[in-house]
């Protein structure tokens, strides 16, 4: 499957149940976003510490409800709540947070290095969270599997990257252009 096809598919799927997911990233994102304030707030520095601790959690822990959500909905009709969705990955968390933790350190240090193993990095274990949540795969055997799925198709998956990554920044910028009157 090519990248411009990958993107359209997730795109359609994406329009037809963003009921499910942006409910489910805005409850993640919020309670993130107050547990990092009101800690902040009450015990200053420790408070911003615990509050990103909180974020790590809550990040992985979205991302393999999303990766539920989206096989869920596949068939066409969503079965899962999102508490429900939230409760299938809960036993999967550690594993989700220590493979997540471990990838984002190599990758950040490929990109330092020489930029190019990075992005080897990011693009070999692209599918960690998936292996994890619909494998149910160690933290340490999700990086083989996650190899292993990309293998032969390394181009395909580096060019979705790109594409997102590509979303991303565009979205970003038009965020910033519609919120630039606003103060920090």
Known sequence: MQPGAIVREAWELYK??????????????????????????????LGLIIGALASIVGTFWLQGALVEAVQDVRDGKQDLSIGQLFARVQP???????????????????LILLIVPGLFLLTIWSLIVPTIVLEGKSAGESFGRSRELVKGHGWQVFGVIVITIGAVIVASIIVGLLTFWLPD
């Open 92 to 110: 999967r968390l550690p594993a989700l947070i220590v493979a997540g933790l471990l990838a984002g350190l190599g990758i950040a240090l490929g």
């Open 16 to 45: 037809a149940h963003w009921r499910t997911f942006v409910p489910l990233a805005l409850i993640v994102y919020i309670v993130l976003g107050l547990i990092t304030l009101v800690f902040g707030l009450l015990l200053g520095w």
